[in-house]
């Protein structure tokens, strides 16, 4: 389990590169565009490969990058999967740090801060438990560390840009760990990972009910099918969603497979 | 620390709060003085299913499969009945509300049953309930209760169910590990999260849970569907006293007991469920 040290690259990336990819998934997700969103990602589906900055260094991938250029690998079996959720906690963690600093928090209603404070508190805590449990359990040399995001995409002076991209990131959370869940190993990680994702998929509905109130969008047929079942997303489908804000490299090139294949 | 002792923690920790949570369940269930009758339920479930010999065995599996169907038929019955009563009539977020949820529930009922076929099971028969739980409720306005009465019973037993489905369901997805059943159950069982938060919201609570307070308004017989909900170790971290790299807003433990929802056993499941089963249907 024990991996050498690496350096992580942050880079600063202004290509335009798989910019269709990335939204065309976000218009699926939430009915968004990215567009002017500064930076931008390379996912190849095959191998979860995520490495924007790597792509624009090295037009060729390059399987043995050069000493201290190493890019942080997410992992192998539970850990790979805990980096995996750690990363989603901490974009949504800076997103609701961004979203109270902003003129919408500032000036909406008592109801609406209360729910975006809730919202914060949530994901920093699930942001830096990830990080105190991975830590524990891997070493710290295996603990993904702090990425840094770019969210100049979002307008947080506007409740529509806020709520539609908390949507999107609730969403998204629901259906990355829904579909983590199949590859996890550890019937305790599992647990763990159920107590997380429950709550996402109350914050998802408390955003939603907010955006369209009076109406089933609290568990939408756009995210819920006809069998009544909720998202479950590939972690593919989750670099393509949320990559965008990512700056920091990493990869994601040893994440278990489904033990089921569903 | 080595994961193998992470792991004995968490196992220890698991089976203190699953024989605490029963006892705490029994007695609710004589407090409330009404059909404790656990021995009419259609299946067994063994107490404790976290070790790793029966983990993988087919019958968990299918255990677990039938008593997310038998919460379903609950469920599914509940929303048609409500809709059907004019209890909801000028509630018209509440409305909107049963209209989507009965919509899934019911799917849900048809979805597991045709998963337990496609496994060679058969699925267990459809209860009788008795939503008055004897005669303690009226939701649906039946008995005459007047029909604000009966519309804040009807949120508070949606919420009761609601919140119910989503620890069952946690608590049985290790019961599913390495099955096809995993995903599709982990996906409803946010879709009940999902509920769960709206039901919430329209009473007036926060769609998230708060220690283990059930929120204003609910019924103390529903008490059993909060416990446990207090915990604030997880993964063997006391989040209460972790050093967070932001300032949490408020009170430490609201904010770590949100953050986190709780399983329930399988017994504990049945339990609650079999307030609203018709012993004698």
Known sequence: MKKPLVKVDVVETSSNNSKRSSRRKFIKLGGLGLAGSSFLLYACSEDDMFNPGGEMNQPMPQP??????????????????????????????????????????????????????????????????????????????????????????IDFDSRDSVLQYAQVLEDTGVG??????????????????????????????????????????????????????????????????????????????????????? | MSIIKLLDEFTSEKLTTKSSSRREMFGTLSSFGKKAALAAIPFGLASNKMNAASMFQENSAVDALQLALTLEYLEAEFYVKALESGVLDGYARAEAAYMQISKHETAHVDFLKAGLEGAGAT????????????????PFN????????????????????????????????????????????????????RHASEIRR????????????????????????????????????????????NEIVGDITTAVTQAFDEPISGDTAVAIASLFIDSEG
């Open chain 2, 142 to 193: 039946e008995g005459g209760i007047g029909q604000e009465t009966a519309y804040a019973q009807l949120l508070a037993l949606a919420q009761a169910f609601e919140d119910t489905g989503v620890r069952a369901y946690k608590g049985q997805a290790a019961n599913l590990m390495g099955t096809p059943f995993l995903e599709p159950a982990l996906q409803i069982h946010s879709v009940e999260a």
């Open chain 2, 123 to 138: 699925p267990v028969d459809k209860p009788t309930f008795d939503f008055t739980a004897g005669g303690a409720f009226d």
């Open chain 1, 64 to 153: 043995e990058p050069e000493p201290g250029e190493e890019v942080f690998d997410l992992g192998s079996g539970d850990v790979g999967i805990l980096n995996y959720a750690y990363a989603l906690e901490q974009l949504e963690a800076a997103f609701y740090t961004q979203v109270r600093a902003g003129a919408y928090y500032a000036g909406a209603p008592d109801n609406e801060k209360e729910i975006f404070d809730d919202l914060y508190n949530h994901e920093v805590i699930h942001r830096d438990f990830f990080k105190a449990a991975i830590t524990t359990a891997a070493g710290e040399e295996n603990t993904l560390p702090d990425l840094e995001f770019d969210v100049s995409a």
């Open chain 1, 176 to 262: 990355a760990y829904n579909g983590a869940g199949d590859r996890i190993a550890d019937a305790t990680y599992l647990t763990l990972a159920g107590k997380i994702v429950s709550v996402e998929a109350r914050h998802a509905s408390a955003i939603r009910s907010l955006i369209d109130p009076e109406s089933g969008y609290f568990a939408g047929d756009d995210v819920i099918d006809e069998n009544g079942l909720d998202l479950a997303y590939d972690p593919s489908e989750v670099f393509e969603a949320a990559g965008g804000f990512i700056v920091t490299d990493f990869t994601a090139n040893n994440l278990p497979e489904p033990m089921t294949g569903s």
């Open chain 2, 202 to 245: 329209i009473r007036g609570l926060d769609g998230w849970i708060t220690t283990n307070m059930r929120g204003d308004g609910m019924p103390e017989a529903t008490q059993a569907v909060y416990d446990g909900e207090e915990n604030v170790t997880q993964g063997g971290v006391n989040l209460t006293t972790l050093t967070y790299a």
